[in-house]
């Protein structure tokens, strides 16, 4: 995997606004905040995409994700949020290393603005696709 700015944040390289570390964990403030609070998670391990990383990172992340979300409620004082982690670049992943973004929604305008371009289950192709996926995890 390719050197990312977030490897250097985590050594130290570079400077950022650090608000949690552990072993496997950094968390820090997200330079271009899309809202006041907007912390970004990342494991320690250089995995570019989230089905890229280990289970030990995974549940590590996982543990103290809730964790970090309730900091940011208590000290922004915004209870609704989003979490977003983006895998490649056609969907919007800009930096290379697995990150998540905790984003407080305080109000329609700030936070993150998210495009939902549903459509109905069609439940033949459901229950195949499903069957597939239960293959694919067996
Ligand atoms: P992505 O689009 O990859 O999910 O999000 C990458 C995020 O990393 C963006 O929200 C961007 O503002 C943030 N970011 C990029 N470079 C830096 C940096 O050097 N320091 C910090 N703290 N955040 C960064």
Redesign the pocket.
Same mark, same amino acid.
């Given at each position: 995997m390719s050197e990312t700015?977030f490897g250097k %944040?985590i050594r130290g390289e %570079?400077p950022?606004h650090k608000v949690y570390e552990d072993d496997q964990v950094l968390a820090?403030?997200? %330079?271009?905040p899309l809202s006041k609070g907007h912390t970004?998670v990342i494991p320690k391990e250089p995995a570019q995409t989230l089905d890229a990383l280990s289970e030990e990172s995974a549940a590590a992340l996982g543990r103290v994700l809730p964790r970090i979300c309730r900091a940011v409620i208590a000290v922004t004082g915004v209870k609704e949020y989003n979490v977003l982690e983006?895998n490649g670049t056609g969907a919007?992943?800009?930096?290379a290393h697995v990150?998540f973004?905790i984003i407080p929604k305080p109000n329609r305008s700030e936070g993150l603005g998210i495009g939902w371009p549903m459509h109905a289950l069609d439940h033949q192709e459901g229950a195949e696709l499903a069957a597939r996926l239960r293959t694919a995890l067996a």
């Open positions: 700015i %944040i %570079i950022c820090f403030l997200d %330079i271009n970004l983006n919007h992943q800009a930096i990150h973004h």
